[in-house]
């Protein structure tokens, strides 16, 4: 258990990466977690986190709690049960504000056990091959394709 404090997220892409990990799904929150790679001596990368909640979820003042009692969490809970070398994200869910404080700590710990377990669900796969087709625009010349 390492008692280092962890970063904070920042990049879009390192959000999209975190979105193909293991997904545990709690009724306040979804946790995302995936490994972020070696550092330039080869020990486990720095642990980090970050925090994403949708616009369906409420409006700014809504969202903005949430996140401040998920940032909370996070820094009192990822130092000594979080995964080293990992990216954690937290996905907000619909009555995540409403849930008392200790039992999100207890949720959290219950995600980040199933997840170093390796318990989650499997990554979401896209499937890129398979387009519906559009309508043509009527207003376009040129024959059809």
Do not use: C
């Amino acid at each position: 258990m390492t008692t280092a404090a962890p970063s904070v997220i920042r990049k879009r892409r390192d959000f999209l990466a975190a979105n193909k990990g293991l997904r545990v799904a709690r009724p306040g929150f979804v946790l995302l977690a995936r490994p972020n790679g070696l550092d330039e001596d080869g020990d486990a990368g720095p642990m980090r986190f970050g925090i994403t909640v949708t616009k369906k979820i409420g409006n700014a003042v809504v969202r903005n709690r949430m996140k401040r009692r998920f940032r909370e969490l996070l820094r009192a809970e990822l130092p000594l049960h979080g995964l080293p070398g990992h990216d954690h994200v937290l996905i907000g869910r619909d009555n995540g504000v409403e849930r008392d404080f200790a039992q999100l700590r207890e949720e959290l710990r219950a995600a980040l056990t199933r997840a170093r377990e390796g318990k989650g669900d499997p990554p979401r796969k896209r499937n890129p091959g398979k387009r519906t087709p559009g309508k043509r625009n009527p207003a376009r010349k040129g024959p059809k394709r």
